[in-house]
């Protein structure tokens, strides 16, 4: 069992129009600081680990505890068990359950409704939590259906046996020839016809109560571990037996074998009635036995039972509480091991707690939220890590994380991805939004406009991966992306840029190189979807031959170049004239900037001193690289030459401002 999605209303950063998000089997929140995301992995907690000391003013959006906090969490792919437990309760697929949890401060009725006098307040609030769903139940007419989950009485049989008792045709007591069944007979013969069709169906909503449901939903919903980011993890280290983890280690060590069990009980109750033996006296007589006398004498009433207050030996995991130590030269408690350490740890610790249950058999479904798993760790343990994650969510367990590093993404896995922004409406008011671009969409675009036909997710994957390194991946977290051609550009344009006082950085954009302008459709479309503004640079490529005239072995190359000249116009939204062959001028706009030839030439190969230059970087690097020589160029002409470069960069800075999101490509 995992969670498909999420709405949340009315808490924290979420207004009473909430934010909806589904969920794969790993999930990473990306987006800028305060956006929401971990207020996401906090609503999964109180859904999944309610307490009423979770709950505090600031829980409800601008701290308006009149209106109700809602979560609603829809549960997917459970197993045959699992569906057979909530059948009553499941969608109509048959293979979801969804779950609404209201959460209300009683001490400001909603509604005009009255506060609960029997509530317990927390802190100031008087707060009530109760969890809503739906119910599959029988016609309302028909009161001798009503035993779907259960036998019903005798009492009851026995009234409904004098009923008529005909639904669609069916004649329930010609089912037992006319006699009166068992309870159990009955309810089996009720269950066939409910599962087989033959009973029509009505679906109630209400909460717990009205459901009847406290009982099913209590331990049979996934385990949800979160790993906050800053929290001293002392205390989810802890190990006592209701924290989380205290639970996960005492499962473990209940794998140690029977044998040393029994042995360790023996000799502790030998141990503490030997103890007892020798300081339970006073004057040759034993206390207890005077003590015990003193409470049955103070009954003042014969029963027949006779009380005996005794010591009895402490079970196992009383007696040795197991701690977590760390030995990297020096064997301490892993508490006081570095905080990178210490977050390892936990994910091994959970790991091995999944690969336990597995192999005893048990399916204790595992959701595990973490905030940041980047802190504190290395690069190379961050790509680890990430890994690590993946391979933990293919085994089963479920991970939604939060991060602000471009090693825990993958443009690959964009699908699993959610954007968060924050975004004006009604002209001053801020509102969270989450993006999210499934692999579907993308695979329906390319069938719809192209007629591309025989593509899946996998052959899909793996294009992204051929075309994309670790630096695209840092575009999820721009506010603005530049998609660039080649590595010249990346190498030299930055400086121009800041140059003329315009750094990318402080701007928050990215420069992603696409490696080839064949593949900037790609990454366009991707970071688009995602409503992540985008700036395409690219090289029209126009030939230095007259058009009208194409040499034989150019052809294909010039109709290539062209056709990707016009899709990449039509990509970004801007309209050109239609013609054979389409090489636009150095043009600049909004959106875009297409040079006539090449970057090159533009920037470099137009200024006097190009060929000085060109050499000396030659020499400098030893190598003729066009990126090196790009990189060299620009520092050479933004220290010693600036006023010989080409004016156009101002023009080029000025619409790479004025570049906003226009559109989804795919939703047209």
Not at 82 to 103: C, G, M, P, V
Not at 130 to 147: A, M, Q, R
Not at 330 to 347: D, P, V
Request: proline fraction near 4%; glycine fraction near 6%; charge should be negative.
């Amino acid at each position: 069992m995992k969670i498909k999605s999420i709405s949340v209303k009315n808490f924290k950063t979420f207004d009473s129009n909430g934010v909806y998000i589904t969920f794969q089997a790993l999930t990473g929140l990306v987006g800028e600081n305060s956006s929401g995301k971990s207020n996401v992995l906090e609503a999964i907690d109180i859904f999944f680990n309610f307490s009423k000391g979770k709950i505090k003013k600031e829980s409800f959006h601008h701290e308006d505890t009149t209106k109700q906090i809602e979560i609603e969490v829809t549960l997917f792919q459970l197993t045959a068990i699992e569906k057979d437990r909530f059948k009553l309760h499941l969608a109509d697929d048959n293979e979801s359950l969804t779950i609404t949890q209201k959460i209300v401060n009683l001490s400001e009725s909603l509604d005009g409704e009255e506060s609960d006098e029997d509530e317990i307040p927390s802190d100031e609030l008087n707060i009530y939590e109760s969890k809503h769903g739906s119910k599959w139940t029988v016609p309302e007419d028909y009161e001798w259906l009503n035993c779907i989950d259960k036998p019903p009485t005798k009492t009851n049989l026995s009234k409904w046996w004098k009923m008529d008792l005909h639904i669609n045709g069916n004649d329930i007591k010609s089912f037992f020839s006319n006699k009166q069944p068992s309870p159990e007979e009955y309810h089996n013969k009720i269950k066939e016809l409910w599962n087989s069709g033959s009973i029509p169906k009505r679906k109630i909503t209400g909460d717990d109560k009205i459901l009847g449901w406290r009982g099913i939903l209590k331990g049979n919903l996934p385990r949800y571990f979160l790993i906050p980011a800053l929290k001293n993890l002392q205390d989810d280290l802890k190990l006592t037996k209701t924290s989380p983890f205290g639970s996960i280690i005492s499962f473990l060590t209940n794998q140690i074998g029977k044998e040393l069990k029994d042995e360790i009980d023996k000799q502790t109750k030998e141990f503490i009635d030997t103890i007892i033996g020798k300081i339970d006296t006073s004057g040759g007589a034993s206390r207890i036995d005077e003590i015990n006398r003193s409470l049955n004498s103070n009954l003042g009433i014969d029963i027949d039972c006779l009380l005996n207050l005794k010591f009895a030996p402490p079970a196992i995991e009383d007696l040795i509480l197991p701690k977590l130590y760390g030995d990297d030269g020096f064997n301490s408690e892993l508490i006081y091991k570095g905080h990178g350490m210490q977050r390892l740890a936990i994910f091994a610790l959970l790991r091995t707690y999944h690969q336990f249950k597995q192999a005893a058999g048990a399916s204790d479904d595992i959701i595990i939220g973490i905030e940041e798993p980047e802190i504190y760790l290395h690069s190379h343990v961050k790509r680890s890590a990430y890994n690590f994650f993946r391979d933990f969510s293919e085994s089963g367990t479920q991970i939604i994380y939060t991060t602000h590093d471009s090693y825990f993404v993958k443009v690959e896995n964009f699908d699993e991805i959610r954007l968060f922004r924050k975004e004006k409406y009604e002209n001053t008011k801020l509102r969270t939004n989450v993006y999210e671009f499934s692999v579907d969409s993308l695979l329906n675009f390319y069938k719809n406009r192209y007629g591309k036909e025989g593509i899946d997710a996998k052959s899909l994957r793996h294009r992204f991966y051929h075309i994309c390194d670790e630096s695209k991946n840092e575009g999820f977290f721009a506010k603005k992306v530049i998609i660039i051609e080649g590595e010249t550009e990346k190498y030299s344009l930055p400086i121009y840029l800041k140059n003329k006082g315009f750094d990318l950085d402080t701007n928050r954009i990215s420069i992603i190189s696409a490696g080839s302008v064949d593949t900037i459709s790609y990454l366009f479309i991707l970071f688009n979807e995602f409503k992540i503004p985008c700036y395409v640079i690219f090289d029209g490529d126009k030939p230095d031959f007259d058009l009208s005239s194409i040499p034989t072995n150019q052809v294909e190359d010039i109709k290539h170049k062209s056709k990707r000249n016009k899709e990449l116009f039509t990509f970004i939204g801007v309209p050109y004239a239609e013609s054979e062959y389409f090489f636009p001028e150095t043009t600049i706009s909004q959106q875009m900037a297409v040079w006539e030839k090449d970057f090159e030439t533009v920037f470099h190969k137009a200024s006097e001193n190009y060929k000085t230059i060109k050499s000396e970087s030659t020499k400098f690097y030893g190598t003729p690289s066009k990126p090196l020589a790009g990189r060299f160029f620009a520092e050479k002409m933004t220290k010693e030459y600036p006023d010989a470069i080409n004016p156009i960069i101002d023009l080029l800075i000025k619409n790479i401002q004025l570049c906003e999101w226009k559109t989804f490509i795919t939703k047209k």
